[in-house]
């Protein structure tokens, strides 16, 4: 395995223990739930992936599609639900936002990926991926949220700069998709059906929708001040 394999599969463990630990707010037979669905996703996800069902693009729909969109759905409805409520208030800004440090390195191994051609260069900071930003400004803006009560103008800032740079990667990761290819044929997003890379749009991408779901649903229930 690749160190890139290596690095992404660590940072997908990893993010998916984090997730539990965020859960775990709102009580331990609810972290308990979380852990097991999280669990079963991540080897379907794997296993779909070895399997090449979800390199099949010339499939309407592709799987891929559909593989994709159910975690990133179910990451959005538990964060807006009445869950994601009690987790929202139990759990600290700092935590919140400190999870999102992972986009950090995360970014790191995008572009160690895109140096050997392994993904397209569009996706990473070289390119039109700027989501770099989000995660080391997450390390400062936990640090800050954490011993500042009048710290919430700025992670409404910095949570606004997050959505919008997270949109910006998921709509230049679905444009370069080969049924697009908006980039042209020799910048193709395929390497996101591969095992573990699959993990990025699987794991990484639904724990940065949580994070930021989360973070506006504590800033509209605490106030911007």
Avoid: C
Wanted: glycine content about 8%.
């Amino acid at each position: 395995m690749s160190m890139i394999a290596v690095g992404m599969t660590a940072l997908a463990v990893v993010v998916a223990a984090l997730m539990v630990v965020l859960v775990s707010r709102a009580g331990r037979g609810v972290a308990i739930a979380a852990a097991i669905v999280i669990a079963v996703l991540m080897v379907a996800e794997y296993a779909l992936a070895s399997s090449g069902i979800l390199r099949e693009w010339t499939r309407r729909p592709p799987p891929f599609m559909p593989a994709v969109a159910v975690p990133i759905l179910l990451a959005l409805v538990v964060a807006l639900s009445p869950l994601g409520r009690r987790i929202a208030a139990a759990a600290s800004f700092a935590l919140i936002i400190g999870i999102q440090g992972f986009r950090l390195p995360l970014e790191l191994v995008m572009h160690d990926a895109a140096t050997t051609g392994l993904m397209p260069v569009q996706m990473t900071y070289t390119g039109w991926n700027f989501d770099i930003v989000t995660g080391t400004l997450a390390i400062a803006v936990a640090w800050v949220a954490a011993r500042s009560p009048r710290s919430r103008g700025i992670v409404f800032a910095w949570n606004l700069l997050g959505t919008l740079l997270l949109i910006n990667i998921v709509t230049i990761a679905i444009v370069s998709l080969p049924m697009f290819a908006a980039f042209g044929p020799d910048r193709v997003n395929t390497w996101v059906a591969e095992p573990p890379y699959v993990f990025l749009p699987t794991v990484l991408v639904p724990a940065a929708v949580f994070g930021h779901a989360l973070t506006w649903r504590k800033l509209a229930a605490s106030g911007i001040g």
